[in-house]
Nanobody, 126 residues
């Protein structure tokens, strides 16, 4: 059974930084699957934030480009999201997800992801 567990969320002032971590278990050939971070603000749709492809390529939502960095440590089956220069609009529950098919890019479409974590809250204050 594939499980994803996020950690690292919390309360931070605008302009500050946080690093989110997503530990994956039960997924054989972890590095062959694209991974992504999504977020969902209160009353909003869940939206794509950042993705890392099976081959290490990355893509980002325009709203976080230049501020967020996604990376993968295949040795410990973990995906990280380094978030810098945080803004009030970054407040949301952040979810990590693993793509349903191997050798894929990190799509921005939610329905292409098979497994999700429970989410971690990020709150940015003024």
């Amino acid at each position: 059974q594939v499980q994803l567990v996020e950690s690292g969320g919390g309360l931070v002032q605008a302009g500050g930084s946080l690093r989110l971590s997503c530990a994956v278990s039960g997924r054989t050939s972890f590095s062959n699957y694209a991974m992504a971070w999504f977020r969902q603000g209160l009353g909003k749709e869940r939206e794509f934030v950042a993705g890392i492809w099976w081959n290490g390529g990355t893509n980002y939502a325009d709203s976080v480009k230049g501020r967020f960095t996604i990376s993968r440590d295949s040795a410990v089956k973990t995906v990280l999201l380094q978030m810098n220069s945080l803004k009030l609009d970054d407040t949301a529950v952040y979810y990590c997800a693993t793509h349903r098919t191997p050798w894929s890019i990190a799509s921005m479409r939610k329905n292409e992801y098979a497994y999700w974590g429970q989410g971690t809250q990020v709150t940015v204050s003024s």
